[in-house]
């Protein structure tokens, strides 16, 4: 058995089961992830899911550890820095073998919460431990470009990126003249750009709307909705709240024009990100406005020809791109360069590949 191992993430996490599980599940590994919670309760064929209640903190990783070491799994694919280490202990414990999936930029992570001159030596830290880690691994599995130098000396390094699932009957906007709906999809926040995204709305013409689809994660929705009213924008914007993948896809092809990523620049992980809600906007030939700064979006964009690249600080420069994005024409244009793309060469398939390959060298074919 496969044992996917979460800390945070929920039963059906998109990265951890419905891409990575469901890709060894169709190979013929039995896969069980072992999570924090459920998620949605989506069936994943193939992909068993054991959601645990875990205490908060430190206590969390007693229960994680106990209950992989009594699974006997094969392997130990774990998803996050904190299960990384209950891995490596449980495998050791019962002969497992370890790998690591590495989804983000770590030594970065508290910067935000620290003053300046304490940063250098808190990602000192951080990258001892995790070179250590990696160093004890069977593999490191890396979601993105820029994260294999924190894993000097690692036995295997082997990119599994983040790229587009598309799935069977998947929905397809089709772009017509008439008024624009902006779309924000997935975890909203101020550093995921809500206050230029407001900024930007109010220059945009009066009949433009904004639909978001997901949670505000940073604790800033009475802000969010604070500003709207005090521009006036209330009326404009729907906040639809948190919703299943399919659901959430289904509704943004219905009545989305332009898909909007406006993470703000500051962060290494904004950077370098490939997120989820590029490729969901692709997949449904939606074009993009995104942050010029971000190499691995801006990559992808300028390869594709499927959006605009922009300085996502200036509101100004996202309400022009907008205005660019009027014509229904050219929205059809760069929503077709998506959807192909996501289908081709910033597809998953080929991501799968890789990891099913890794799996082959660890486990040898499936029985």
């Not at 490596?88 to 919460?113: F, N, T």
């Not at 604790?219 to 914007?237: K, N």
């Not at 300085?311 to 244009?333: G, K, M, N, Q, Y």
Request: glycine letters at 10%; a positive charge; charged letters at 20%.
């Amino acid at each position: 058995m496969i044992l996917m191992l979460s800390a945070a993430h929920p039963g059906d996490d998109m990265r951890v089961a419905r891409k990575q599980g469901a890709a060894l599940a169709a190979e013929g590994w039995p896969v069980l992830h072992l999570c924090p919670h459920p998620g949605s309760g989506a069936v994943i064929p193939g992909v068993a899911v054991e959601a645990l209640r875990l205490p908060r903190r430190r206590q969390r990783w007693w229960p994680l550890y106990r209950r992989a070491v009594a699974l006997r799994p094969r392997v130990i694919h774990a998803s996050e820095p904190d299960s990384w280490a209950v891995a490596l202990l449980a495998g050791w414990r019962c002969g497992a073998r370890v790998v690591l999936d590495v989804h983000e930029h770590y030594p970065s992570r508290l910067d935000s919460r620290l003053p300046g001159w304490a940063r250098p030596a808190a990602r000192g830290a951080i990258r001892r431990a995790m070179c250590a880690m990696g160093r004890r691994a069977d593999a490191v599995v890396l979601a993105k470009d820029g994260l294999a130098e924190d894993f000097p000396g690692a036995r295997r390094l082997v990119p599994v990126r983040n790229h587009a699932l598309v799935a069977e009957g998947l929905p397809r906007r089709e772009h017509r003249a008439g008024p624009l709906t902006l779309l924000h999809l997935g975890a909203i926040g101020r550093a995921r750009g809500w206050p230029a995204l407001l900024a930007a709305l109010a220059l945009c013409p009066e009949d433009t709307r904004l639909l978001v689809i997901g949670r505000f994660t940073d604790g800033s929705e009475a802000e969010f909705r604070a500003e709207a009213e005090a521009r006036g924008l209330t009326p404009r914007i729907t906040l639809a709240g948190w919703l299943p993948a399919e659901a959430a896809l289904a509704r943004a092809a219905a009545e989305a024009d332009i898909n909007l990523v406006l993470f703000q620049p500051g962060e290494e992980n904004h950077r370098l990100a490939l997120p989820h809600k590029l490729f969901d906007g692709m997949a449904i030939g939606l074009p993009v406005i995104a942050p010029d700064f971000a190499t691995g979006v801006a990559g992808i964009i300028q390869d594709s020809g499927c959006g605009l690249l922009v300085d996502v600080t200036r509101p100004a420069a996202i309400a022009a791109a907008v205005a660019e994005l009027s014509d229904p024409a050219r929205r059809a244009a760069l929503g077709e360069a998506g959807w192909q793309a996501a289908r081709g060469a910033w597809g998953w398939p080929a991501e799968a590949a890789r990891l099913v390959a890794l799996y082959r060298e660890l486990l040898g074919p499936p029985v």
